[in-house]
């Protein structure tokens, strides 16, 4: 499976974005699809995940209650509303695949090209 990630910008903050991870290729039903985030300097932080076949989400602690995962599998595609944004949310936002309900980045495949969300004070 091929990721991409796009809907990237910059906003102010408490503002809102809709980020979306579009899926070509094979997806099996049993994939895992997940957020993450590395701003500049620091590692690449888990942000959140969904089932590729049920609703089922997870959510790091500090996104809790403002970011919302959804998919559509009908357009293959994965969707992270971000709202109430704060200039800590600011870095690269990353999708990719896992094949079991995992958290560490390192558990994750097929990263695609991040985008860019920058949140101004």
């Known amino acids: 499976v091929q990721l991409q990630a796009s809907g990237g910008g910059l906003v102010q903050a408490g503002g809102s974005l809709r980020l979306s991870c579009a899926a070509s290729?094979?997806?099996?039903?049993?994939?895992?699809m997940g957020w993450f985030r590395q701003a500049p300097g620091k590692e690449r932080e888990f942000v959140g995940l969904?089932?590729?076949?049920?609703?089922?989400?997870l959510y790091a602690d500090s996104v809790k209650g403002r970011f919302t995962i959804s998919r559509d599998n009908a357009k293959n595609t994965v969707h992270l509303q971000m709202n109430s944004l704060k200039p800590e949310d600011t870095a690269v936002y990353y999708c990719?695949?896992?094949?079991?309900?995992?958290?560490?980045?390192?558990?994750?495949?097929?990263w695609g090209q991040g985008t860019q969300v920058t949140v101004s004070s």
């Open positions: 969904i089932r590729w076949s049920r609703d089922s989400t």
């Open positions: 990719a695949a896992a094949r079991s309900w995992v958290v560490r980045a390192t558990e994750y495949f097929n």
């Open positions: 290729g094979r997806i099996f039903s049993s994939y895992v």
